[in-house]
């Protein structure tokens, strides 16, 4: 089984040992693919849906739609409940096994909108439900609102306080805004602390799209309470952290915790630290880390790695010579995540002129560094030439999505690491499933798959002739493979879906997010004209 990886880098790969300088450093974790013994852990979810009287109408029906599909994509090991909450707090379903999907979705679609928004009510009551669950289970709470917490626990502080400490217990709590009248900073706040994901649900018909992005997260997780310790020693100094990550300084330890970390997966944190030449080269070593999370593929065991880092020194070297191609670009995505949070902070002050200057600031650091790596960085720069025009059209929702795509940003280029040698090209690359894709076969898949795309592909035909089951890994393993495609400016067609997989796709909604033909020769007539329009 191929072992996580775990990097420490400098900007420069030789530094001046006269002088005294600022510089990116890089820690980088590269987690395996899913190995093919593994047994993941059931999953215990509670989803805590806000039915005040905003959320009438087609908001609150098309959570309940996603809730319900949601359930479906879950398997029989695991555990679901549901939470209502207004003024006062619904328990719509205990958290029990989940044996009868029919009856929980049932209950679901009982619940009807009310009156305030008492968030931490309905939050606090899914926490308890899952601390009191002795199983061993990964324990996730989906927390949706459209409003302000107005009821109950409104500090931000101790909101945050409260994801923190239950984060530190193993149980992430995930947070999901609607429309246009919830705080964004509180939920992504909530989020980072309490080690999930924070999603902005722009309009209703989004709503099931988001809940399939979390449910792929869900799916694909390797481990769970992961912490960093950086000893800087004598010679660099921390100055600031540009990844938004939840981080403690302590003297000269600076503890990083980012939460969960997803299989096959990339996480990557750049800080900018002082580094004192003359005193810094006769040093042992320059920074000590260690590593350390719950590995959820091996029954949640301790694991822990440590790491020393001390690059070469040269007396009076030109370091701009000697610069590392990947820590810089990680630098300018992690800088233009920090920004677009600040433009999403200062757009919902409304201060308009100062969010688009930071933008347009951004803009211009991208554009004059686009030689470095320029594929990547000009799909960077159209996102944030999107969120200037966003500015300009409508404040309030702009400093929401800025708010996502900031947080996104790092999942958007995901593949960037993984050591893409080939470059990409327009073959189709055609697979036949057969018999059942489950817990079991989904490495085999994701593996082959994976090589492929290091090997130049992105454009993908998944026949499934001879399919007969699919389960809630299969589903997860095809929504993870859509989002590296995606990446990648590519797509997955999925040709021959019949029988008992017809149906499962239509219970799950499968259906209205992956391109569905009836034979191979219309799923390659589809990427053709797919390729003809972009080439147009």
């Given amino acids: ?9 400098n900007e420069y790969n030789v530094l001046n040992s006269n002088e005294q300088f600022l510089a990116h450093t890089l820690l980088s974790i590269e987690t395996p693919p899913i190995s093919e013994d593994q047994n993941r852990l059931p999953l215990a979810v509670v989803i805590v849906i806000d039915k005040s009287k905003s959320m009438y109408g087609d908001k609150l029906q098309s959570v309940i739609e996603a809730s319900s599909a949601l359930v479906n994509w879950l398997t029989r090991k695991d ?16 958290l029990i096994p989940l044996t009868d999907k029919f009856s929980v979705i049932k209950k679901i679609q009982s619940i009807t909108a009310g009156s305030s928004t008492n968030l931490s009510g309905g939050w606090l009551q899914a926490l308890r439900m899952l601390r009191d669950i002795n199983e061993k289970v990964i324990k996730r709470v989906i927390l949706l609102t459209d409003g302000m917490a107005n009821a109950g626990i409104v500090n931000p502080a101790e909101l945050k306080k409260i994801a923190r400490e239950h984060s530190g217990l193993g149980i992430t709590t995930t947070t ?9 900073t509180l939920l992504k706040d909530i989020a980072g602390a309490g080690g999930g994901n924070f999603y902005f649900i722009e309009g209703p018909e989004q709503s099931n799209e988001i809940f399939f992005k979390e449910f792929g997260s869900l799916a694909s997780l390797y481990g769970q309470g992961l912490e960093l310790k950086v000893f800087l020693r004598r010679g660099i100094t921390f100055k600031e952290m540009l990844s938004d990550v939840p981080f403690d300084l302590y003297e000269d330890i600076l503890t990083i915790r980012p939460g ?21 080269e006769k040093q042992e070593s320059l920074i000590d880390a260690e590593l350390s999370f719950y590995n959820i593929q091996k029954n949640s065991q301790f694991v822990k790695m440590e790491l020393s ?14 610069v590392n191609k990947r820590v810089r670009v990680e630098s300018l995505l992690a800088s233009a995540s920090k920004s677009m949070m600040e433009a999403s902070r200062l757009s919902a002050e409304r201060d308009l002129n100062a969010a688009k200057e930071l933008i347009i600031r951004t803009e211009k650091r991208i554009e004059a560094n686009l030689d470095l790596e320029p594929k990547m960085l000009s799909r960077l720069l159209e996102r944030l030439k999107d969120v200037h025009k966003n500015l300009e059209e409508n404040l ?3 400093s929401k999505k800025m708010m996502a795509q900031a947080i996104d940003i790092s999942d958007s280029f995901s593949f960037r690491d993984k050591g893409i040698e080939k470059p990409a090209h327009n073959k189709i690359y055609e697979i036949q499933l057969e018999g059942q894709l489950d817990l079991y076969k989904c490495p085999e898949l994701k593996s082959k798959v994976k090589y492929a795309i290091e090997d130049g592909y992105r454009y993908f035909i998944m026949d499934m002739t001879n399919l007969n089951y699919i389960d809630s890994s299969g589903i997860g393993t095809l929504i993870q493979i859509s989002n590296w495609l995606k990446n990648r400016g590519g797509i997955i067609v999925i040709t021959n879906v019949q029988g008992n997989v017809e149906k499962i796709f239509e219970l799950t909604k499968l259906n209205e997010f992956f391109i569905i033909k009836d034979s191979l020769a219309s799923g390659r007539m589809m990427i053709q004209e797919f390729l003809e329009q972009k080439d147009g």
């Fill in 1 to 9: 089984m191929k072992e996580i990886k775990f990097e420490i880098l």
């Fill in 79 to 94: 555990y679901v409940g549901i939470v209502a909450y207004d003024t006062n707090v619904e328990l719509v379903q205990p």
């Fill in 309 to 322: 880092f001390k690059p070469e020194f040269k007396p009076n070297v030109d370091m701009e010579k000697y």
């Fill in 260 to 280: 969960d970390l997803r299989s096959d997966d990339v996480r990557n944190f750049v800080m900018i630290t002082e580094i004192n030449g003359p005193v810094a």
């Fill in 176 to 184: 999901m805004g609607v429309g246009k009248d919830f705080s964004e």
């Fill in 396 to 398: 309030v929702i702009a």
